[in-house]
């Protein structure tokens, strides 16, 4: 059981590159989520899925799509990346909404835009 | 603006004595609390939660207060070990208006000095 992974672990793109990060989930969760960590501002929601087929906003979503055609995945897309996008990425999922159940955490992805 | 707060950024504590971990929230909506763990390099795991219609929840060392009247909550580990050091997010959902993501604090880092 190998809970939440995520690919890849560290990424560097120059700005204007494209790239997708891929989570996935082994506990056959309904619900996933992507986050992104800043240095001071703790975690912050940028996308999140209540089901396969479905997408919603977080609170900071612009400059991201995702999308969740399989129940086990949810992957985040960066079109055109930028300086600002520079982070540590965290993927999530959870047996029911925010409000009684737990999230479980991928080990993040790191990526770095120059 | 930032509805959980953890105003201090990091805390160090003797091995064997109490560590004492505090975070405030401002959306009266809030009623489900987590604390979640995290050490470097690795993604948050969750650790305690509590809802509104309880004041405290205890799990073996670990114990966490809330104070809905000052919308603050805090986390106790007595006895703390060294294995304790690492950065300790609160987070906040209100199931009331929806439930549907989490709001986290910036961490605190705590280090148990042996």
């Known amino acids: 059981n190998a809970g939440v992974t995520q690919t890849p672990k560290f990424r560097v793109l120059k700005t204007g590159q494209s790239m997708t990060l891929l989570c996935a989930q082994d506990?056959?969760?309904?619900?996933m989520y992507w986050y992104r960590q800043d240095p001071g501002m703790g975690l912050r929601l940028i996308h999140y899925s209540v089901g396969e087929g479905t997408t919603a906003k977080g609170e900071v979503p612009d400059g991201y799509n995702v999308s969740r055609l399989k129940k086990q995945n949810f992957l985040l897309g960066l079109e055109s990346a930028a300086p600002s996008q520079t982070s540590v990425y965290f993927c999530?999922?959870?047996?029911?909404?925010?409000?009684?159940?737990?999230?479980?955490f991928g080990p993040g992805t790191r990526l770095t835009v120059t | 603006d930032q509805q959980v707060k953890q105003n201090s950024p990091s805390l160090s504590v003797q091995e064997g004595r109490i560590s004492i971990l505090n975070c405030d929230y401002t959306?009266?909506?809030?009623?489900?609390f987590l604390w979640y763990k995290k050490y470097p390099a690795e993604g948050p795991t969750f650790l305690i939660s509590i809802s509104s219609i309880k004041d405290k929840n205890e799990d073996g060392r670990f114990t966490v207060f809330l104070n809905k009247s000052a919308k603050h909550l805090s986390l106790h580990i007595v006895p703390s070990q060294p294995g304790d050091s690492a950065v300790y997010f609160c987070a906040a959902s209100g199931s009331k208006s929806g439930g549907n993501q989490f709001y986290f604090g910036t961490g605190t880092s705590l280090t148990v000095i042996p």
């Open positions: 959306n009266s909506m809030f009623d489900y």
């Open positions: 999530a999922s959870s047996k029911g909404l925010a409000g009684g159940y737990e999230q479980y």
């Open positions: 506990m056959n969760h309904e619900y």
